[in-house]
């Protein structure tokens, strides 16, 4: 049985009015984030007798406006994915060719392990920073925006990094706890991401270095 099971057992059985969000129930779509036992995780890849604890507390995710029980508003979430420039601008809007993405190109290498976010929201509320201020990126927006600077398709890499280099909600603001990696249900290394655009903006030739 899984969080998420015992949800629906709940609102079966106990209380109809229960609220909660779900969609796919395979951890790919990453509406069902929630506080269990006090960690930000999907609650349909959670099996509770993996959590081996007699009660299992679920709660809504910190950071976030409360809906209604334990369904939050992601709004703040896509608000800073928004700041942070995330959309893809093409360098060439017009061209008829396909883009080459060369195999040894730093994109193509980090590409695979930094860009399968399902938006689930759980880093934010898995950061301190992000809690203390709301005006913070968060690592997935800050995530997203690094990737995009990386692409060589990609045309406003330095407008962004004028973004991230910013003092009061940039990547400045990270304090490097790892929160937001350890909590991330995608493995995506966060504190990664943003200790590299933090190197490249004091040495903007190491972006592209391991
Ligand atoms: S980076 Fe990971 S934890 Fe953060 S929103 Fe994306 S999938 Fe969720
Ligand atoms: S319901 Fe889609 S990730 Fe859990």
Redesign the pocket.
Known sequence: MSVLDALFQAQREMDGSLGFRCACRVGMC?TC?MYVNKI?RLACSTLVKNLKTEIVTVEPLPHYPIIKDVAVSLAP?FAQWRRAQSAFRPRNRDSQTLALIGKHSRFRQLAPTKR?????????A?CSIAGMNAEYLG??AI?RAFLRILDPRDAAGADRLKILDRNLDGVWRCHTQFS?TA????G?D?TDSILRIKRALIQPRRLLAV
């Open positions: 990453g984030a930000p979430f399968d976010c399902i938006t689930c929201g759980a880093c934010y898995a690592p997935a995530n937001c909590v991330c249900p995608r995506i966060l």
